[in-house]
């Protein structure tokens, strides 16, 4: 299971308290735990990747192992120590202020 | 007892304001989706417990909420607008042509018959239609293929459909506006459209009487009379006596034609409310003092009501999907501020008293008449 820590809007939209755990079929990529977040709360969809284009939305990061992972490819390997379940993948709002 | 709930969307969530029917009382609920931008929010005529709101955020994009109990619960439902076929290209700021893009909803407008029917109006400025309840959303594409659509450019607030109004009297009949294109008008449910803007003459557009291209802010129509149109213009309130056909200049003894929203009493089709701003450029009132204009002749004759409002530094701004009124009688008149207010009038505007004064900036307000 891949850990996943959401941002609190999301977690509210998706009803949930804390960090949720996906299974990913395949090669663990950001696009398979993607994939399989928006499978488990469909509400997801089209919040962290747009609908139609499938493309990041320009305010979401993607952090782990204290690494920027924004702008690796979705179809890149995530960290050994994300696909163990020791580190969670973090999907961030960017900071921004209002 | 017959009853009111306000719909009020604001820059920070939803909020539910209740009242019986004397409507001296009111009950809060709410930030519903806090800290979400809620640019619209409205109940289902033929269904006044089925309600939509339009949950949008920078960060998140667009989710689309109903309700089905009035607004105490609600659920997430469809959100993806995809444009039909091959979007193309509209003109954009700099004159380039630009992809047609979904960035969020503006307004819902239920079906007035079907629960399950919905329309949304979309910036990059589009007309969608749900028929089941908000799960799906199909554009309505031939607005955007009339020979303007690539002509239409973003007005400041962006390229966004607007208002979206129904005709109760024969079903095939509806009109939109988008800023910056102007008026449009289908007599066909919606297959094929026309521009409605003869008689539209706007300052600081190439040709000031063009097919398309006027910033329309609002229009209204009272059900009894679904021909006349009553239209708050970027600049100039505006009357059509034919469905749009052609419209004239209504704004007469105005302080300034600019302002946003305007409406038609409920139970007086010729008794309408505008609500001026300073200009184009100054969106506050003028003189610092909130005034809801009221004419009782269609337009060109108005009083200013005051009693009630802050008749000195005051400087909000009320956008034009803020006003509404009730169907009780007196008229319930209803506007919300970028201040975060929401005054409500329970004689047609005689007297107003703020329902609640420290709201986020109101972005729509919508009220539901309930038996």
Known sequence: ?98 | MSGVRVLVGTRKGAFVLTADGKRDRWQVSGPHFPGWEIYHLKGSPADPNRLYASQSSGWFGQVVQRSDDGGRTWEAVGNKFEYDGDAGTHQWYDGTQHPWAFARVWHFEPSLTDPDTVYAGVEDAALFRSTDGGATWQEMPGLRRQPSGPHWQPGAGGMCLHTIVLDPKDPGRMYVAISAAGAFRTDDGGTSWRPINRGLRSQGIPDPDAEVGHCVHRIAMHPSRPGVLFMQKHWDVMRSDDGGGSWREVSGNLPTDFGFPIDVHAHEPETIYVVPITSDSLHFPPEGKLRVFRSRTGGGDWEALTKGLPQQDCYVNVLRDAMAVDSLDPCGVYFGTTGGQVYASRNGGDSWTPIVRDLPSVLAVEVQSLA
């Open chain 1, 1 to 98: 299971m891949i850990r996943v820590v959401l941002p609190t809007h999301l977690r509210s939209l998706a009803r949930v308290d804390d960090e949720v755990a996906v299974s990913v079929e395949g090669a663990p990529t950001r696009g398979a735990v993607l994939d399989a977040l928006e499978a488990t709360y469909p509400v997801l969809r089209g919040t962290i990747r747009d609908q139609v284009t499938r493309q990041r939305r320009p305010f979401i990061r993607f952090f782990a192992c204290e690494q920027d992972l924004t702008h690796e490819p979705a179809d890149a390997a995530l960290p050994d120590a994300v696909v163990a379940g020791a580190e969670p993948y973090l999907v961030v709002g960017a900071m921004a202020g209002g």
